[in-house]
C-alpha cells in the first residue's frame, strides 16, 4: 500500500490511515466551527458479542461491566451494546437562521421510516464517541474495538486508492468482517435459544464466555 495512505495492524487486526487526523471526508463535516472535527469519531459504536467474548478472555471483565454494561450512557439491547456518545449542547439550541434546533428537527425525522437515516445522521454531526481523547484519536484498547470502528476507511481515503489498492482493502474489511460475525450470529442463536439476553442474563452470559475460552485454551 501507499505510504500513509492505508496501512493494516497485523496484530489488532485493523486498518489505520494518517489521513484520518486531518479527515476530508465532506460527510463528516461539522456543522459549526465550535465542534471538533473529529471524522468518523463521531459515532456511537455497538459491541457485539464477539468483543464481549474478547473482553472476558483478555480477563477485562470488570471493564466490560463498568464501562460499557453499567454506563448510563450507553444502550444495553438483547445481544449488543451501544456506546452512546457525548452529544454538544448546541445539537439542542437553535441558531438565528433556524426556527427549530437540531434536537428538534432529529425528533421529526425519527417519527417516519423513511426519515430515521437522516435522523441518526442529524444527531451524530453533533456526537462525540465516549471513547475519543482529543490528539490522539481512538483510546479504546485496539483488541476490544468494534468490527466496524476497525475496519472502516471513508470514501474521500478510498477514492485515492488505485484498483490494486482498493482489492487490498476489500480483502482486510472481509477478514475483520468474517471473524465477527459469525461468531456474533452462532453466540446470539445459543443465548436465544436457552432464553438468555444482556439485559437478564449478563452473569451467565460471562460464566459461559470463561468456559468457552478455557475449552478453546486446551
Known amino acids: 500500500m501507499e505510504h500513509n ?4 495492524d497485523i496484530e489488532n487486526r485493523q486498518l489505520l490511515s494518517e489521513v484520518c487526523r486531518n479527515c476530508p471526508d465532506p460527510h463528516f463535516e461539522r456543522r459549526s466551527k465550535e465542534l471538533p472535527h473529529i471524522g468518523c469519531c463521531a459515532y456511537e459504536p455497538v459491541f457485539t458479542l464477539f468483543e464481549i467474548y474478547k473482553m472476558i478472555v483478555a480477563e477485562k471483565t470488570e471493564f466490560f461491566l ?7 450512557r450507553n444502550t444495553i439491547h ?26 428538534e428537527r432529529y425528533d421529526k425525522l425519527c417519527q417516519s421510516s423513511h426519515t430515521v437515516y437522516k435522523a441518526v445522521d442529524e444527531r451524530l454531526a ?3 464517541c465516549q471513547f475519543f481523547i482529543d490528539g490522539k484519536g481512538c483510546g479504546l484498547n ?10 472502516f476507511i471513508c470514501g474521500a481515503v478510498e477514492e485515492k486508492l488505485s484498483g490494486e489498492e482498493r482489492e487490498w482493502l476489500a480483502k482486510r474489511q472481509r ?9 456474533h450470529r452462532k453466540y446470539k442463536a445459543i443465548f436465544h435459544e436457552r432464553g438468555w439476553t444482556l439485559m437478564n442474563n449478563v452473569k ?15
Open 126 to 128: 453533533y456526537a462525540v
Open 204 to 218: 451467565e452470559i460471562i460464566i459461559y464466555f470463561r468456559q468457552l475460552s478455557r475449552e478453546r485454551a486446551e
Open 142 to 151: 485496539a483488541s476490544f474495538k468494534t468490527s466496524i470502528c476497525r475496519s
Open 5 to 8: 495512505t492505508v496501512q493494516w
Open 78 to 103: 438483547e445481544y449488543e451494546i451501544v456506546a452512546g456518545a457525548f452529544i454538544h449542547p448546541l445539537f439542542y439550541q437553535r441558531d438565528p437562521t433556524s426556527s427549530e434546533s437540531p434536537a
Open 66 to 72: 463498568e464501562v460499557l454494561y453499567h454506563n448510563p
Open 175 to 183: 477478514s475483520i468482517r468474517d471473524e465477527a460475525e459469525p461468531f
